[in-house]
């Protein structure tokens, strides 16, 4: 029901469904994702994250809770690295070409000043990924940064293209990663 409600883009009730799912399965790990995508979706970002925090304690968590939990993070502007790097490692041992993740991750290397880490999880995204837009855009900045002013202007060039041609990759890229992560664990085998 609760994924009916989303894929007719009643939120909300999406959200309470979710809800009175977990509240009979706390360790329900697709219920609690799905909480969460929809929440950060509706720009509830404190009660995603506290779902998606929640997330890793279930008997068997969803890597896509470890990238979700993450994404939040960094929107929030939380700056505990260390865990969310593990998380990520976490993510990528489930889902090993997310491009999500790649991207998560520069920004934490970023953050931490280590701009080379941030150009390879930029240029790992792009590989996964060549239609990433924002990662694209941030691998021309760090380029740039980095002195490498042909490399910056192929990013941008190549950002700008990507940019004319679609509005809101990365919710689409989470909404695609999250009905992927619903099919259930043996759909991630067979994508790997």
Not at 45 to 74: F, I, M, N, R
Not at 88 to 99: F, H, K, N, R
Not at 119 to 145: G, H, M, Q, T
Not at 158 to 185: N, T, Y
Request: proline share 6%.
């Amino acid at each position: 029901m609760a994924l009916a409600l989303f894929q007719e883009g009643q939120y909300e009730r999406s959200i309470d469904a979710c809800q009175r799912v977990l509240d009979g399965h706390p360790d329900f790990s697709p219920a609690r994702l799905m909480l969460a995508f929809v929440l950060s979706l509706e720009g509830k970002l404190l009660a995603a994250e506290k779902a998606t925090a929640q997330g890793p304690a279930a008997p068997t968590p969803s890597p896509y809770v470890y990238c979700l939990h993450v994404s939040l993070l960094l929107k929030l502007r939380a700056t505990d690295y260390e865990r969310m790097l593990r998380e990520l490692s976490l993510a990528e041992q489930g889902i090993p070409e997310c491009s999500l993740c790649a991207l998560a991750e520069s920004k934490i290397h970023q953050a931490l000043g280590n701009v080379p880490a941030a150009i390879a999880d930029l240029e790992r995204a792009v590989k996964l990924d060549p239609n990433f837009s924002e990662a694209w855009y941030r691998l021309a900045l760090l380029y740039e940064r980095a002195g490498r002013p042909q490399d910056a202007e192929q990013g941008r060039a190549r950002h700008s293209r990507l940019k004319a041609q679609a509005s809101d990759r990365e919710a689409q890229m989470l909404r695609q990663v999250f009905m992927k992560s619903l099919i259930g664990p043996e759909s991630l085998g067979s994508s790997r």
